[in-house]
């Protein structure tokens, strides 16, 4: 994300039968909560029902985030885990780095402050991937 101090991470596993993605971050001993599929496909589906749209990203420290966002649309029920957690920095990351996402800058709907957004890469970078 940009602008903040983000730690690099390793995708140290990603396992088919869980349905999820491992990722360990620059100077921690375990790995981080895992990343599920289902949290992929929901943010990718989101972000493309109208790929002009920037999204809000929607984080906050505990929730109940923002239904209007990307950690919002994770979470939308049913919940591919028991218990919330922030996870949307983490899955935009790999989407933006794959080429899938960018990041841009939004109104919150909320406050009608700038905030971090992303949204949907539209055209030939998507049609090479076989995503369109």
């Known amino acids: 994300m940009f602008g903040s101090k983000t730690?690099?991470?390793t995708i140290t596993s990603i396992d088919e039968h869980k349905k999820a993605v491992r990722v360990k971050f620059e100077g921690s001993k375990y790995p981080g909560l895992p990343l599920y599929f289902t949290m992929f496909d929901r943010v990718l589906e989101y972000l493309r029902n109208n790929p002009t749209t920037i999204y809000p990203v929607g984080t906050r420290f505990q929730p109940p985030y923002p239904k209007e966002s990307i950690e919002g649309e994770i979470w939308r029920?049913?919940?591919?885990?028991s218990s919330e957690y922030k996870s949307s920095p983490h899955v935009l990351d790999i989407l933006?780095?794959?080429g899938l996402a960018k990041y841009a800058y939004t109104t919150s709907r909320d406050?009608?402050?700038k905030v971090q957004g992303a949204h949907a890469c539209v055209g030939e970078s998507l049609k090479r991937r076989g995503y369109q």
């Open 77 to 81: 029920k049913p919940k591919p885990y």
């Open 111 to 113: 406050s009608g402050r």
């Open 7 to 9: 730690k690099n991470f």
């Open 96 to 98: 933006v780095h794959a």
